[in-house]
């Protein structure tokens, strides 16, 4: 049976370095065997079809692809149409509502409980918040990410040890959901 994935690539194209062009993206992901590649955006997005494998051993299978191909190590998570349309009908906040720019979803490798980020008191962040889900992350920072203050003590080692995590906003989230569907 095939299956439409998105794989969710951490950190690359950023300030120019780990430079990962998405016409070589799409060709690794072919010569790998999966059909109907594309890409969105530059910031480490493909869809891919594929009749092996599951999200584990395929996150695995590209991570070392690229690494052979580019020389550096790249995180990579890999989820199906029916889990990103999950994270998006779960959305916490009301996205219809906001700027794409105010919310984001932070995709994570395992699903995590509370009690890793209890230290963060979330009142201190007001009216930045967050919210769990299923293997995500939902963050609402009304003056963008890279502003928050909420997202800066989101990522801190403590918190992701043990952990890929990949963030994208909403139009990405929206976008993949619509990719992965067709």
Not at 14 to 36: C, I, Q, W
Not at 82 to 98: I, Q, W
Not at 128 to 148: Q, T
Request: glycine share 8%; hydrophobic share 40%; proline share 4%.
């Amino acid at each position: 049976m095939t299956t439409t994935y998105a794989a969710l690539l951490r950190g690359i194209n950023v300030g120019g370095s780990r430079k990962v062009p998405m016409a070589d993206l799409r060709t690794l992901l072919a010569d790998l065997g999966h059909d109907d590649v594309r890409t969105y955006l530059q910031s480490g997005q493909a869809v891919f079809s594929s009749g092996h494998g599951n999200e584990e051993s395929l996150a695995g299978e590209i991570t070392q692809a690229i690494e052979k191909r580019f020389g550096f190590g790249v995180d990579v998570i890999v989820r199906d149409h029916a889990y990103l349309r999950a994270v998006a009908d779960a959305c916490p906040f009301p996205a219809a509502d906001l700027e794409p720019k105010q919310l984001h979803v932070t995709y994570l490798s395992a699903p995590v409980t509370r009690d890793r980020f209890a230290a963060i008191r979330q009142d201190a962040f007001l009216p930045e918040e967050f919210r769990l889900g299923d293997r995500a992350l939902y963050l609402y920072a009304p003056n963008g990410l890279g502003r928050s203050k909420l997202a800066e003590q989101l990522s801190k080692p403590r918190i992701t040890k043990g952990l890929t995590a990949t963030t994208r906003n909403w139009n990405t989230v929206v976008k993949l959901v619509e990719m992965t569907g067709t």
